[in-house]
């Protein structure tokens, strides 16, 4: 038996017709530049000459290239520290705030400002605090005598990048658990108190177990933003020539094409990073299967 409602007649002409816009960008902005973006990796191009072809040289390049190999580790390393953060940090507050009282729509929308602040802004604002002569964090280490720390020279720069990056993502894990926990019945809570159950049984027992699945999803999208992180890292650790003290792979792609011209290079860096990132996905869609509870 068909469900649904189903154009007919004249209307499939006009459902067509609303649809051409979105089926266009999807195809030309979406499918069209990931087959550009493989084009490119197989030749040698620098915008201004006549493209020539590489084969697979630029791939081979990747394993023995000492740059995109600490990219690549510093990826790995930034997102090691930022999906954990992200999760756990924005389960508890999601947890803090789920509740009914005067003035509780002021502190979330309080910590969902970040993820919809201009990033640049906000990584000024992060430079001004990280700032070893003048940066408000040195200044209240100076109050209880300690000495300054650079926070964004090479030792440190990393833990301080994965702060700013959690705290800009913050907001948006908060709206996902608290979607998931808005969902949870409040039978099952009373039920458990009748039982004699306390908070943290009820945690670990209903609302963990009942929100797996929008666990899954904020680590689903954690892991995705953690490998394509770029912007705070641009503005908070550049240097000369375009270079970072933390360069990770977006990184590495922009500085290679940009500065660089060797699109190529590029592109073939920009094509193993998907193929990194939807081999992660499916690990984690082959636990989804054993983990997440739907019921």
Avoid at 23 to 37: D, P, R, V
Avoid at 90 to 116: C, D, E, M, Q
Avoid at 267 to 276: F, P, R
Wanted: with cysteine.
């Amino acid at each position: 038996m068909d469900f649904g409602i189903k154009p007919l007649g004249r209307e499939r002409l006009w459902l067509l017709i609303l649809l051409l816009p979105t089926l266009f960008g999807l195809i030309f902005s979406a499918f069209g530049s990931l087959l550009a973006t493989i084009g490119l990796s197989f030749t040698n191009w620098d915008l201004l000459t006549k493209p020539t072809w590489a084969g697979l040289t630029h791939y081979a390049a990747l394993f023995t290239d000492a740059k995109f190999l600490k990219s690549l580790t510093n990826t790995v390393e930034f997102s090691l520290m930022y999906v954990p953060g992200v999760v756990i940090i924005s389960l508890l507050v999601a947890i803090l705030l789920n509740r009914k009282v005067r003035g509780i729509g002021l502190f979330r929308t309080a910590f969902y400002l970040p993820a919809v602040t201009s990033a640049v802004a906000t990584a000024l604002v992060w430079n001004m605090i990280y700032g070893k002569d003048t940066g408000i964090l040195n200044y209240l280490l100076s109050l209880v005598h300690l000495a300054p720390v650079c926070w964004l020279c090479t030792d440190h720069a990393m833990l301080s990048v994965v702060i700013v990056n959690i705290w800009g993502a913050i907001g948006e894990g908060m709206i996902i658990f608290l979607a998931g926990l808005t969902a949870i019945p409040r039978e099952y809570y009373e039920a458990a108190t009748v039982d004699g159950a306390n908070e943290l049984n009820k945690f670990f027992k209903i609302t963990l177990p009942l929100i797996t699945p929008s666990i899954f999803f904020q680590v689903l999208m954690s892991t995705i933003n953690a490998f394509q992180a770029y912007d705070y890292i641009y503005m908070m650790t550049r240097q000369g020539q375009g270079d970072s003290n933390i360069p990770v792979v977006v990184f590495s792609i922009y500085r290679n094409a940009w500065y660089f011209g060797n699109y190529g290079g590029a592109s073939a860096q920009a094509i193993e990073l998907t193929v990194i990132v939807a081999l992660l996905m499916l690990v984690y869609f082959w636990l989804e299967k054993r983990f997440v509870v739907y019921e």
